[in-house]
T-cell receptor, first 109, second 114 residues
Framework: KQEVTQIPAALSVPEGENLVLNCSFT??????LQWFRQDPGKGLTSLLL?????REQTSGRLNASLDKSSGRSTLYIAASQPGDSATYLC????????FGAGTRLTVKP | EAGVTQSPTHLIKTRGQQATLRCSPI?????VYWYQQALGLGLQFLLW???????NRGNFPPRFSGRQFPNYSSELNVNALELEDSALYLC?????????????FGQGTRLTVV
């Protein structure tokens, strides 16, 4: 059974800092890994999708990497802004789609 | 293009009643996933439907059930509601097969059991 872990559980940084969120998974036989953002009480917004054959994806200030063999992914956020404050979730897709518990990010002005 | 839509937005039920939640996927998507997110907790996988068939089920009791219709919309039914069923229920859809493609989420249905 796939287990997904995200570290840290919470992170607070001053505006402008670069930061890294981590995601690990136990079964490397995945089809893809997706990063999402969730604002309080809302649905999830897709940020980046990495196929199992890819090493990284970039969108604006976001860069996600995937090392399938070691069961790890990182989400790098450059020049963080207060509007980046949210919970960030990673999900791996094998027979279904399993989520980590998320990292709650606070960016202080 | 319309995104994933869920209805109702909010639902209040009494313990022991039944709740029905609905999800309309993005046009062209045939896979639908359901998740439960209790307050302050992560997303717990409930059900996965693809091409009208139930493909996988999470660790939930049988009173959580659902179906997918020929137009690929889906319904989640929760019978004999318990107070602990109060949560945000999220639905996601992806393209046929649901394996290599991006998933998109609706805004959720907030179920409150009193």
């Amino acid at each position: 059974k796939q287990e997904v872990t995200q570290i840290p559980a919470a992170l607070s940084v001053p505006e402008g800092e670069n930061l890294v969120l981590n995601c690990s998974f136990t079964d490397s036989a995945i089809y893809n890994l997706q990063w999402f953002r969730q604002d309080p009480g809302k649905g999830l917004t897709s940020l980046l999708l990495i196929q199992s054959s890819q090493r990284e994806q970039t969108s604006g200030r976001l860069n996600a990497s995937l090392d399938k063999s070691s069961g790890r992914s990182t989400l790098y956020i450059a020049a963080s802004q207060p509007g980046d404050s949210a919970t960030y979730l990673c999900a791996v897709k094998d027979n279904d789609m399993r989520f980590g518990a998320g990292t709650r990010l606070t960016v202080k002005p | 293009e319309a995104g994933v839509t869920q209805s109702p937005t909010h639902l209040i039920k009494t313990r022991g009643q039944q709740a029905t939640l609905r999800c309309s996927p993005i046009s062209g998507h045939t896979s639908v996933y359901w998740y439960q997110q209790a307050l302050g907790l992560g997303l717990q996988f409930l059900l996965w439907y693809d091409e009208g068939e139930e493909r996988n089920r999470g660790n939930f009791p049988p009173r959580f059930s659902g179906r997918q219709f020929p137009n690929y919309s889906s319904e989640l039914n929760v019978n004999a509601l318990e107070l602990e069923d109060s949560a945000l229920y999220l639905c996601a859809s992806s393209l046929v097969g649901g394996t290599y493609t991006e998933a998109f989420f609706g805004q959720g249905t907030r179920l409150t059991v009193v």
